[in-house]
């Protein structure tokens, strides 16, 4: 799955691509699975216990889990519901694969709560349609993490500490594109079936039959039957209409690349 860094306006968390804080989004809108970590009780002492989990987010940047209450991890959050979450590194190419510790990763630490279904599922389910076959059992429920702060290792020379408001979107701010988010998906899926196919091999997709499956402020979610894609915008966005102009933008750059045209 190809990857590409977008310019982002000083008005969103981060500022720009460069930012800490942009690719720490980045690594979370893009990965499927995750490392939770949480805090294990027993007659021997307190450990920590780490577990593997799939993961997606809402409008804002907040990871949203669905966890069995028979899981081990999720006895723990009864205890104690302060977790971390650690994504990446992501896997290189196969044929370079490189040093996987000079591959960007992220730690999130927070406090890992149960979130309203209605909040969480069409996101979670978008990105993972096969959980549909247990969302609804009477032992899982969606969590959603509290993000108090992240620590971002992204190659020599860039650790950093982020703060929550740096790494998050305000709630007002994103509030309408998170309402317009069912929509948009409806609209592009059904009548622009072709514009996500140009999107996606602009991107290094491939021909496949593309359709989106969520929208934030920095980009969209593409699936084919064997792939996922991140694409990035051009700029931050927050509400239908911008986020129209950059998918149109998106079609039109794709239209000349593959006419050969320079932009």
Same mark, same amino acid.
């Given at each position: 799955?190809?990857?590409?860094?977008? +310019?982002?306006?000083?008005?969103?968390p981060g500022g720009n691509p460069e930012s800490a804080a942009y690719t720490a989004r980045r690594?979370?809108?893009?990965? %499927? =699975?995750? $490392?939770?970590? =949480?805090?294990?009780?027993?007659?021997? *002492?307190?450990? #920590?216990?780490?577990?593997?989990?799939? !993961?997606?987010?809402?409008?804002?940047?907040?990871?949203?889990?669905?966890? +069995?209450?028979?899981? %081990?991890?999720?006895?723990?959050?009864?205890?104690?519901?302060?977790?971390?979450?650690?994504?990446?590194?992501?896997?290189?190419?196969?044929?370079?694969?490189?040093? #996987?510790?000079?591959?960007?990763?992220? =730690?999130?630490? *927070?406090?890992l709560r149960p979130c309203p279904r209605e909040e969480a599922e069409p996101r979670y389910l978008?990105?993972?349609?096969?959980?549909?076959?247990?969302?609804?059992?009477?032992?899982?429920?969606?969590?959603?993490?509290?993000?108090?702060?992240?620590?971002?290792?992204?190659?020599?020379?860039?650790?950093?500490?982020?703060? $929550?408001?740096?790494?998050?979107?305000?709630?007002?701010?994103?509030? #309408?594109?998170?309402? !317009?988010?069912?929509?948009?998906? %409806?609209?592009?899926?059904?009548?622009?079936?072709? !514009?996500?196919?140009?999107?996606?091999?602009?991107?290094?997709?491939?021909?496949?039959?593309?359709?989106?499956?969520?929208?934030? #402020?920095?980009?969209?979610?593409?699936?084919?039957?064997?792939?996922?894609?991140?694409?990035?915008?051009?700029? $931050?966005?927050?509400?239908?209409?911008?986020?129209?102009? %950059?998918?149109?933008?998106?079609?039109?750059? $794709?239209?000349?690349?593959?006419? *050969?045209?320079?932009?």
């Amino acid at each position: 799955m190809t990857q590409a860094a977008a +310019s982002l306006p000083d008005s969103s968390p981060g500022g720009n691509p460069e930012s800490a804080a942009y690719t720490a989004r980045r690594l979370l809108r893009a990965t %499927e =699975t995750a $490392a939770l970590a =949480t805090e294990l009780t027993e007659d021997r *002492g307190v450990w #920590p216990y780490g577990s593997a989990v799939l !993961a997606a987010s809402d409008c804002r940047g907040r990871p949203l889990l669905l966890l +069995s209450d028979l899981a %081990e991890h999720s006895r723990n959050l009864l205890a104690n519901s302060r977790a971390s979450l650690l994504i990446g590194p992501q896997e290189g190419p196969r044929d370079n694969p490189g040093d #996987p510790l000079e591959r960007p990763r992220v =730690t999130l630490l *927070g406090e890992l709560r149960p979130c309203p279904r209605e909040e969480a599922e069409p996101r979670y389910l978008r990105r993972f349609p096969q959980a549909a076959l247990y969302k609804d059992f009477k032992d899982f429920n969606f969590y959603r993490l509290e993000v108090a702060r992240g620590h971002l290792v992204a190659g020599f020379g860039r650790i950093d500490w982020l703060a $929550a408001e740096d790494l998050l979107f305000e709630r007002e701010k994103v509030a #309408p594109l998170a309402a !317009a988010e069912a929509d948009i998906l %409806e609209h592009m899926n059904a009548d622009h079936a072709d !514009a996500l196919a140009l999107i996606a091999g602009l991107f290094g997709g491939g021909a496949a039959d593309w359709r989106i499956v969520g929208v934030d #402020p920095e980009g969209v979610d593409l699936v084919s039957e064997s792939n996922r894609l991140r694409v990035p915008f051009g700029k $931050a966005v927050f509400d239908a209409e911008a986020c129209r102009v %950059e998918l149109v933008g998106l079609t039109k750059r $794709a239209r000349r690349e593959a006419a *050969g045209q320079t932009p």
